[in-house]
């Protein structure tokens, strides 16, 4: 099983590049821990489900979709948060 998670972990670690037409399409992670000032000592949110996947959508601006499961580790676990984030970067 751990072994099984470490594998899982390393594969999605390394970002994936796929070619789309012209434009590239960018797959990997962004990992995110939260700790809120009002947590009692050792609790955390961790995004369980850290996928993002970018897109150029023209020469200067990328669309950007990033995935949100937070799992609470503490005095209570589950699930605390489920959601998106689309954001639209600027080089």
Do not use: K
């Not at 470490?6 to 390394?14: D, E, G, K």
């Not at 489900?49 to 209570?76: D, K, M, Q």
């Amino acid at each position: 099983m751990i072994r099984t998670l470490l594998i899982l972990s390393i594969l999605l670690a390394t970002s994936i590049q796929t070619l789309h037409a012209q434009n590239p399409i960018f797959i990997g992670i962004q990992p995110a821990v939260t700790i809120e000032p009002f947590y009692e000592r050792g609790e955390f949110d961790l995004n369980i489900v850290p996928i993002v996947i970018e897109e150029p959508i023209s020469e200067r601006i990328n669309l950007r979709l990033i995935t949100l499961a937070n799992f609470h580790f503490g005095e209570s676990n589950g699930l605390s948060d489920i959601g998106t984030q689309i954001v639209a970067p600027r080089s």
